[in-house]
């Protein structure tokens, strides 16, 4: 009876073995696959490429999606409107009033009648608030 115990528990640690060094090789698979894609990169395409490995746990792809979302979608914000602006070319205010100091010169040169019908609703009467010929 001796005998049997010991093999189950020489075979059960044997499997234990095989087991760790697998779990071993692949870990060390996973730290050079990650030191390769991390090599030079940023750190969001680090986290884009983990999270997009569908050889990788999903937990660790969840967590790496997590960090990439404030790059990949922006915040909403209000939409700034256009401004239309048209600029004028600056005058000086001297020429302003040359101009308009000739305008009101020739305006005054004008006969008085003529000055009349250029202005509507001016009426000439004999101030007595009829205008009756009779």
């Known amino acids: 009876m001796d005998v049997q115990p010991q093999t189950d528990l020489k075979a059960y640690a ?16 996973l730290r050079d696959e990650l030191t390769r894609v991390a090599e030079g990169a940023s750190s969001y395409a680090t ?3 983990i999270h997009r490995n569908r050889e990788l746990p999903a ?3 969840v967590k790496a999606a997590i960090g990439c979302l404030s790059r990949e979608m ?10 239309e602006l ?12 040359q101009e308009q100091r000739a305008r009101a010169d020739a305006w005054l040169a004008l006969p008085l009648e ?3 019908r250029m202005i509507t609703g001016v009426r000439r009467d004999d101030g007595n608030s009829g205008n009756d010929q009779s």
């Open 74 to 83: 922006a915040p909403l914000a209000p939409e700034r409107a256009p401004i």
């Open 86 to 97: 048209t600029a004028e070319p600056v005058r000086p205010l001297s020429e302003i009033v």
């Open 114 to 116: 003529e000055r009349e």
């Open 47 to 49: 986290l884009s490429d």
């Open 59 to 61: 937990a660790v792809r």
């Open 14 to 29: 044997e499997r234990l073995e095989v087991l760790c060094r697998a779990q071993a090789d692949e870990i060390t698979r």
